[in-house]
């Protein structure tokens, strides 16, 4: 059974900085599209950053300040994330697409083909 587990998050001041964690299991991550999500309270779920095969996407809220990788030797997924601002306060969770790995990973919530989402882990600037 494909599961993630999100880890990492935490209360920030503004200006800091987190680094979340994704170990997936029940498949290989790297065979995968990733993607980073983010939930505000009273907002929808929106797209942070995603990988594929050759490349990476990000918000353009996120540009500059947040990184997306993978350790495949862990089946592990990371955001960091740095110059917290308020505004990026919510739950973020990972999930992986069912979309091709070898094209342009897409931060479409609906459309991105992205499923199996953990319980996420929360990030709150003070």
């Known amino acids: 059974q494909l599961q993630f587990v999100e880890s990492g998050g935490g209360l920030v001041q503004p200006g800091g900085s987190l680094k979340l964690s994704c170990v997936a299991s029940?498949?290989?991550?790297?065979?995968?599209?990733i993607g980073w999500f983010r939930q505000a309270p009273g907002k929808e779920r929106e797209g942070v950053s995603c990988?594929?095969?050759?490349?990476?996407n990000s918000a353009d809220s996120v540009k500059g300040r947040f990184t997306i990788s993978r350790d495949n030797a862990k089946n592990t997924a990371y955001l960091e994330m740095n110059n917290l601002r308020p505004e990026d306060t919510g739950v973020y969770y990972c999930a992986a697409s069912s979309k091709s790995l070898w094209r342009v990973c897409t931060l479409d919530v609906h459309q991105g083909g992205y499923g199996s989402w953990g319980q996420g882990t929360q990030v709150k600037l003070s």
């Open positions: 990988i594929a095969a050759y490349n990476r």
């Open positions: 029940g498949f290989t991550l790297h065979d995968h599209v």
